[in-house]
């Protein structure tokens, strides 16, 4: 049970406000801004909605303090050229010139959007620079704000702020851009603003947590921190509700570690309907018509708590929103569920047919609580947990969640400003390494240059640099073991050798050991060969046992191997800062007489490939096969978005997918990753790297490594588990070599059933086979845009999972009667099954 004594007796004196009842708002009137800054024409988005100039709300366009500007180059994350490729610059602290108005009604809130793409818009501006401070009405919304930081620390080209103020008494509304004093050279800019009239949202005041007394916001601005639909995919602001224009965001992110429960959608059949005391602007119907719930293993569930984990700022209140929707279940009692916010006790035995005595019918409940500072934590953390009751006894141990908010309440002083993000350390060691490179070749131009003078100085530099380009293509200069690029680091501390011997590996900041060579042959019996379990790019891999206790794989270096340091160091560098139920786990490393060795989890079902091919193990069944590309998806999902920084793998194949004791997915094998664009890049330029029969072909043709190169290769490897059969195979007639080619052929001449693994013929259901071969040809667009992201990948072999589950004789039927089995393939709860809808990769740890 959860203390409710969190707080201080005086900050709960503080929080006793007075009830405060208002009136539900109407709907929102049509009346809104769309401006386009620095623009003097509009346009129209990527949404179909019209942008218009910026002159005529500017209390003083003509000031030479405030120029309009445009970005030199469009970044291809930009979804379009308006708002973003223009810009309003304020290069004066004066008010009067760098003032938005907006006429207003005086008795409603409003949306402010600000839309911010940190780019350069004028040589004599660096985005380094850019610190101002941003207020509207008596509200600070930025204070010293950096939108380049913001823009790195989130690995986004471009972001969006949105407040919701307070009503505006005189009927004007005002935001004040002011570029701060330092930085010399400071200036402000903005892309657009959105001023949407909004209907008072929380009508009712939400009771703190901690003490279950109620808050006022009546008098205060707020600032949207996060906005997900739990369970369901992106929704972009053209399918809100309301003509809201919000975002709701895919809230996988925010799931902490592996307990991703299950995500499920309402049967085709159900509408989702409204009541009279829920106005449909609350929320979209496609944020109430999916939800994640725990899966219906009942005792699975009772040992973990559904979690999601969210960074937010010190010193402030905040409301947590939390929607839900009934889209199985048809009784009461049948799923009751704890809710905990920041720790305490928010509701106990939640019942949300209970509430709403309907399937399909929505319902939200709101809390706030007030997170206090913790010295010495740099980033403060705001946890909403689920799980089941059992005081009421319920039929099912479970838990549902279909979307979730959380608002940022501005303090005493009006303030809602936060200092700058520090962006991440793989981030700064990557740019780091990238400075080091330009500071010499900066400094090789420059004696360059004062060669020229003397034409013997330039000759003897010339042979000197021809001589040292020699060496370094013969592998003396090794670069900092922090680097995580192809090109060697110039530094020369250490000498380069494939034999790793003279680079020295810190421990520092690694979550993974620095073992001995003692303790190694110890472990591998002096690296026996009978304890050999694999050999690979890198060298043998051997099964040893550390400590007397614990297996692990050990794998060991060839020193002919094409294979050596820099992937050495790059694995250390990646997975010893990782940690996700579904990557290989790094114990720890060795480096000692010349020998470069890593040690890891032993995986006792080995590779994925020994399953589908090239062994004599038995065949996996449909069920299993797919749950194995889930977990594989989710590792890679991961690595792409819940780092903070984009990982790329660049080597995704099944013989990197490893299996452990309970057939847990897990990704392997690290040499070859990156780490992935940063903010004004689209894609990391470098030498392709990888396995035939995987490359994403415009990877191969332009050198241009994205994540979207792992999901090309992720494709590969689904119609591997789907056909059993390699990526190429020379010995087949030439339309067969290539597995993608082969399978996509197959697939638009509609025999993808022809070439599917014999021991899956008459298994997998009709719905589970067009989802699933429907997902891999996605994969496998030739342009890398056309791809989904694996979040998508993701969602999608749930579903398909969760189509086999439902009809897994599919597959075997014919004629009127497949006919039938798809209509029925939306259904997604039984009642009366003790089965998960989707499998629940998540075996539970506490916090």
Known sequence: MRSNSQYPFSLINFFSIILITTARAEEPASKSFLISCGSSTGGTDSNGRKWLPDSKYLTAPSSIDTKSSTAKEQDPSIPSQTPYMSARVFTSSSSSSSTYQFPVSPN???????????????????PNNAYFSVHANGFTLLNNFSAYLTAKSLSHAYFIKEYSLVPAESGKLSITFTPCSKPRGSYAFINGIEVITVPDMF????????????????????????RLNVGGQYISPDRDSGGLGRTWDDDSHYLFAAAFGATAAADKNLTIRYDSDLPEYIAPKDVYATARTMGTTNAVNL??????????????????????????????????????????????GADVYGWTKSKGVPIYQDFATFVVDVPGVDDQELWVELHPAKKTNPQYSDAILNGLEIFKISDSNGNLARPNPTPSSMLLDSESEAKKGNKKHSNLAAVISAGMVLL????????????????????????????????PNPST?????????GCSISTQGLLCQNFSMAEIKLATENFDESQVIGVGGFGKVYKGVIQGVKEVAVKRSNPSSNQGIDEFQNEIYMLSKLRHRHLVSLIGFCQEDGEMILVYDYMANGTLQQHLYKSNKPSLPWNQRLEICIGAARGLHYLHTGAKFTIIHRDVKTSNILLDESWVAKVSDFGLSKTGPNMNQTHVSTMVKGSFGYFDPEYFRRQQLTEKSDVYSFGVVLFEVLCARPALDPRLPKEQVSLADWALMNLEKGSLEDIIDPHLQGKISIDCLQKFGEIAKKCLADNGLERPSMGDVLWTLELALQLQKKNPDAGKLEGKEIEKAHDDSSSVFDDSSSNAVFSLIAMPTGR
Not at 108 to 126: K, M, V, W
Not at 203 to 226: G, R, W
Not at 468 to 477: M, Y
């Open 203 to 226: 009508t009712q005041p939400p009771p703190l947590v901690s003490t279950h007394q109620s808050i006022s916001i009546a008098n205060s601005s707020s600032q949207t921190m996060f």
């Open 303 to 348: 040992n973990y708590n559904l979690s999601w984990v969210f960074q937010v700022d010190a010193n402030f209140t905040y409301i947590v929103r939390l929607h839900f929707c009934e889209l199985f279940l048809s009784k009461i009692n049948q799923r009751v569920f704890n809710i905990y916010v920041n720790n305490q006790t928010a509701i106990e």
């Open 493 to 501: 501390e250490y000498g380069r050798h494939k034999s790793g011997a």
């Open 456 to 487: 013997v100085v330039a000759l003897c530099l010339l042979i000197y640099l021809r001589k040292k380009s020699i060496a370094d293509r013969n592998g003396i200069v090794l670069g900092n073991w922090l680097a995580t690029h192809d090109s």
């Open 108 to 126: 409603t809130r409003h949306y402010i959007r600000l839309h911010f793409y940190p780019s350069i818009y004028d040589s004599s501006l660096d």
